[in-house]
């Protein structure tokens, strides 16, 4: 929004007199057509562009004259920022990376044990073992061990 108008502006060096103008006339330096021309001293720019850089020049008229401001616009491209997203889907990645690696050397170090430990085992059921109060006393006390083609081997795997 580029503001023109009567009184003082910063923005030039000359003051403006103080006197209440008729219309204000917006054209931009270099353009053939007028921009716009009304009693207000507001040139809106609904979608700026790059296309609208440049100077433009407002003439306020009124009964005792006119008076001719220049303006200049420069548009230019938003600065550019660091996407956040691409940092995000980093750590993610990384994580994920850490889990899958933990879970992989799990998997080894659990089948490594399940190799070594490999074998068969005997259960309750084995022969003079009913009264025995776990696995491990079951082995040791069964009577004369396995023979024959009714052996219960299981294996642990």
Not at 111 to 127: C, M, N, Q, S
Request: hydrophobic share 40%; aromatic share 10%; glycine share 10%.
């Amino acid at each position: 929004m580029l503001w023109g108008g009567w009184g003082y502006d910063p923005t030039t060096p000359d003051p403006i007199p103080p006197r209440s103008p008729q219309e204000f006339l917006w054209e931009k330096e270099g353009s053939d057509a007028p921009l716009q021309l009304s009693s207000d001293s507001v040139l809106i720019f609904p979608f700026l562009n790059k296309s609208d850089s440049g100077t433009y020049i407002c003439t306020a008229t009124s009964s005792m004259g006119s008076v001719i401001a220049k303006y200049n616009l420069d548009v230019s491209d938003a600065s550019p920022v660091l996407s956040t997203s691409s940092t995000y889907h980093a750590v993610i990645g990384g994580v994920v990376a850490v889990i899958v690696f933990l879970l992989l050397s799990l998997l080894i170090v659990l089948g490594h044990y399940l190799i070594r430990h490999k074998g068969t085992y005997l259960t309750h059921e084995a022969k003079g073992s009913d009264d025995a109060p776990d696995a491990d006393t079951a082995i040791i006390n069964a009577e004369g061990g396995q023979a024959g083609g009714d052996d219960k081997k299981e294996y642990f795997i």
